[in-house]
Every structure is written in C-alpha cells, then in structure tokens.
C-alpha cells in the first residue's frame, strides 16, 4: 500500500520536554510537508522540505525543528520552546511541478500536554 | 494569515439537498485546491482548478472559479450522510516555489439523514 503514515496516533507531553512526531511516505515524493491544526481551524504551515537534506520554515516554524536525511522520512521535534503544542499535527507529501501539486495527508498524530 | 476564507464556516443540511460553500482568497494564484477532512484524520484531496479554468466537475462536485472577485465555490449536489465533514479549500500562490499551499478556516458541514 502505497502513502503516508505518522505515528503515534496521540502523544503526551510533560513540561519542558522534547518529543519527536513520525511521517513516513513511500510515495516516492520530493517534497514533505508538516501543519498545525488547531480545534475548529484551518491548517498552518510549520516546515517544508523540497528536497533531502534541505527545508524550510513555514508560518509558525518557533518552537519547531525539523530534519531531511532521507526521501522517505521528515520527522517533526516539538521543542520545550514552544508553549501551547496542543494540537493537531498533520504531515503531507507532494511531488512538485505543473500537473502534480496535490498533497497527500497522513492521519494525523495529536498531541497533548500533561 | 490565512489566504483562504471559507463562507459559512458551518452549514447542515437533510440528505438529497446541495450544499454550496465559498472560499475567498487574497492573492493571484495558480491554482485553488478542495479538501475533505472527516473527524480526526487526515485531509483527502477532492479537485483542483487552475487559475485559467472557471468551472470544474468531478462526480457530485462542482468547483467554480472566478480570479477577478478572487474565489471559489465548491457545489456538492445530492448531498449523502456521509458528505458530513469539513471542507477546506487551499490555494497555491502565483510565482511561490515548493507548492506551498495556503488553507483557508474550513466550513463543516453536517448532513442529516
């Protein structure tokens, strides 16, 4: 099967720790996506990744840190720094250029702090 | 910000009726995006119209475009129980690199039996 899979499902998170959300594609895609998702809101961009080895911030990268070693894999570190990590967080995947611009969303992995 | 805003940002509607929601958005584009979003998982994409492009269908879905007032609309006609989600739509600004995508508030809506 082909896709997007993040795990865990729900994480908990205690006070100045740092945890690590999973996104995991096989979809042969260049470019990966992470986003926010707050109760009743819309999606916001944390980091992209267009390539292995290179990404950049979104919207709302503090607190945040990303890395790009392999095609397959972006995890997502949510850091001590940021305050109000409760939330929704989703990861995508695309294959950049005219024709192809769909993103593919995993199922989410929610986090809530302890 | 948010470049898309969706309109209403809830609707329920019986079984069999239509359900039209609008998005309006800031700046030019290549294109504009529909997604479906159940409860709790991830978003599935449903159609994409390019910014030359005024209407577009896609079974049940039609997706209409106008770049001068700067939105869209998303018609889902005969609408089923399971249509109950929430729709957002996302726009993909004209020049930006990476496909980055911009999501409007999304509106839900509930279809009842």
């Known amino acids: 099967d082909g896709g997007i899979t993040q795990s865990p499902k729900y994480l908990f998170r205690k006070e100045g720790q740092n945890v690590t959300l999973s996104c995991e594609q096989n979809l042969n895609h260049d470019a990966m996506y992470w986003y926010r998702q707050d109760p009743g809101q819309g999606l916001r961009l944390i980091y992209y990744?267009?390539?292995?080895?290179?990404?950049q911030k979104g919207d709302i990268a503090e607190g945040y840190s990303v890395s790009r070693e392999k095609k397959e894999s972006f995890p997502l570190t949510v850091t001590s720094a940021q305050k109000n990590p409760t939330a929704f967080y989703l990861c995508?995947?695309?294959?950049?250029?005219?024709?192809?611009?769909?993103?593919?969303f995993g199922p989410g992995t929610r986090l809530l702090v302890l | 910000s948010q470049q898309g805003e969706e309109d209403p940002q809830a609707l329920s509607i019986q079984e069999g009726e239509n359900a039209t929601m609008n998005c309006s958005y800031k700046t030019s584009i290549n294109n504009l995006q529909w997604y479906r979003q159940n409860s709790g998982r991830g978003l599935v994409h449903l159609i994409l119209i390019r910014s030359n492009e005024r209407e577009k269908h896609s079974g049940r879905l039609r997706v209409t475009l106008d770049t001068s007032k700067k939105s869209s609309s998303l018609l889902i006609t005969a609408s089923r129980a399971a249509d109950t989600a929430s729709y957002f739509c996302?726009?993909?600004?004209?020049?930006?690199?990476?496909?980055?995508?911009?999501f409007g508030g999304g509106t839900r809506v509930l279809v009842k039996p």
């Open positions: 995508a995947s695309s294959h950049p250029g005219q024709g192809q611009e769909t993103q593919y």
């Open positions: 990744s267009q390539i292995v080895n290179d990404f």
């Open positions: 996302a726009t993909d600004a004209y020049k930006a690199a990476g496909n980055k995508l911009t």
